[in-house]
């Protein structure tokens, strides 16, 4: 009966959102975090055929062995670090889309007082005093409480629902929260 209420009382001043998570907003939101201006994922592809190129060119020019062996050398583990931290992102990601899906339906609410969330496990209220700063991509509103991985609450902008519309959980959210700051 009290959920029944809950979920039938208007909502004054508050932005509501149901979404189930998915593995983009994930990988989204790590990559907004990151503050990277490249996309995270193609890194290991531009270093592996940067790696590729200038061993073809020391081969093609009859470079000395020992030339070779060294571009090798030094080239070769900046890739493997970089396909290392891919695959890291690769696991975190899947790591943190398994741990939000077993939580099941999200239902979000943006308000004054905060950011309150429901699972089918737990209920919450964020304050927004426990927030440092916001983050807006296209298809997400990342607010930031800390630097550790879940230290995050998203909100995913397809989740809006009951007419919401973008606007509006943006106005709640700056009226509350400062956007990230530069990092120039």
Known sequence: MENEERESAPISGGVELAYLPTRADMAEALHARSGSPAPWWRLPLIAGLITAAVLVVLLMLAAPKGVTVLVAAVL?????????????????????????????????????????????????????????????????????????????????????????????????????????????
């Open 76 to 184: 070769c583990p900046v890739l493997g670090s970089l396909v290392g931290g891919w695959v890291n992102q690769l696991y975190r990601v899947r790591q943190m889309t398994r741990y939000a899906r077993s939580q099941g339906e999200y239902t979000m609410r943006a308000d004054d007082d905060g950011i309150h969330a429901a699972t089918a496990l737990v209920e919450l209220t964020i304050p927004w005093a426990s927030f440092r700063h916001y983050i807006e991509t296209a298809s997400l509103f990342i607010l930031v409480i800390d630097d550790t991985v879940g230290g995050m609450a998203l909100l995913p902008k397809r989740g809006l629902r009951d007419g919401a519309d973008i606007d509006g959980i943006r106005a709640v959210v700056s009226r509350h929260l400062a956007p990230r700051p530069s990092s120039g």
